[in-house]
T-cell receptor, first 113, second 111 residues
Framework: NAGVTQTPKFQVLKTGQSMTLQCAQD?????MSWYRQDPGMGLRLIHYSVGAGITDQGEVPNGYNVSRSTTEDFPLRLLSAAPSQTSVYFC????????????FGSGTRLTVV | AQSVTQPDIHITVSEGASLELRCNYS??????LFWYVQSPGQGLQLLLKYFSGDTLVQGIKGFEAEFKRSQSSFNLRKPSVHWSDAAEYFC?????????FGTGTRLQVTL
């Protein structure tokens, strides 16, 4: 099925651990981005990419790294997990400049203890 | 700075009643504008979008929104709400590559 696939769906980490959230899309979309959702704050942009090899920071990039080696994949790395990174993470992709809307994955619920 | 404001955190309506969710945006130029819906524990689904042309846009599930440049608003409407419409609704502004979300309005529907 065409769409945005995120793995894992749930994850519990200990403070200081690292991990990678996976995101893959099969729609040949140029634009991909990562958001975190926290209660009462909507979704906030962490990092985004406008094409393979090109990434940039969003509103809340600290503590996260990204890379875009292929059009399909856009993994998000937590370098040293902190309780403040407990959140629901969404990956999204869009064709061209995004004026047709973004397709979102189903999310990863991350808890850092 | 770009921003999207949803002034209503929570709204309750009776099934069959009409609905209007408010959204105001602040951008240097007219952004792309969207409404997304999120059911509990689910991802986000695009309801409708505006980027140019007709200021009244139709979406899925019987929703519509009207872009008013003079008021910097993009309010979402539905003439008759169904119980299944209970969810959280996000107004979203976009430029090339970036989306800015409002904080969301939670809709409760009473029977």
């Amino acid at each position: 099925n065409a769409g945005v696939t995120q793995t894992p769906k749930f994850q519990v980490l200990k403070t200081g651990q690292s991990m990678t959230l996976q995101c893959a899309q099969d729609m040949n979309h140029e634009y991909m981005s990562w958001y975190r959702q926290d209660p009462g704050m909507g979704l906030r942009l962490i990092h985004y990419s406008v094409g393979a090899g090109i990434t940039d920071q969003g509103e809340v990039p600290n503590g996260y790294n990204v890379s875009r080696s292929t059009t399909e994949d856009f993994p998000l790395r937590l370098l040293s997990a902190a309780p403040s990174q407990t959140s629901v993470y969404f990956c999204a992709s869009s064709y061209n400049k995004g004026e047709h809307g973004y397709t979102f994955g189903s999310g990863t619920r991350l808890t850092v203890v | 700075a770009q921003s999207v404001t949803q002034p209503d955190i929570h709204i309750t309506v009776s099934e069959g009643a009409s609905l209007e969710l408010r959204c105001n945006y602040s951008y240097g130029a007219t952004p792309y504008l969207f409404w997304y819906v999120q059911s509990p524990g689910q991802g986000l689904q695009l309801l409708l979008k505006y980027f140019s042309g007709d200021t009244l846009v139709q979406g899925i599930k019987g929703f519509e929104a009207e872009f008013k440049r003079s008021q910097s608003s993009f309010n979402l409407r539905k003439p008759s709400v169904h119980w299944s419409d209970a969810a959280e609704y996000f107004c979203v502004g976009g430029t090339a590559s970036k989306l800015t979300f409002g904080t969301g309005t939670r809709l409760q529907v009473t029977l």
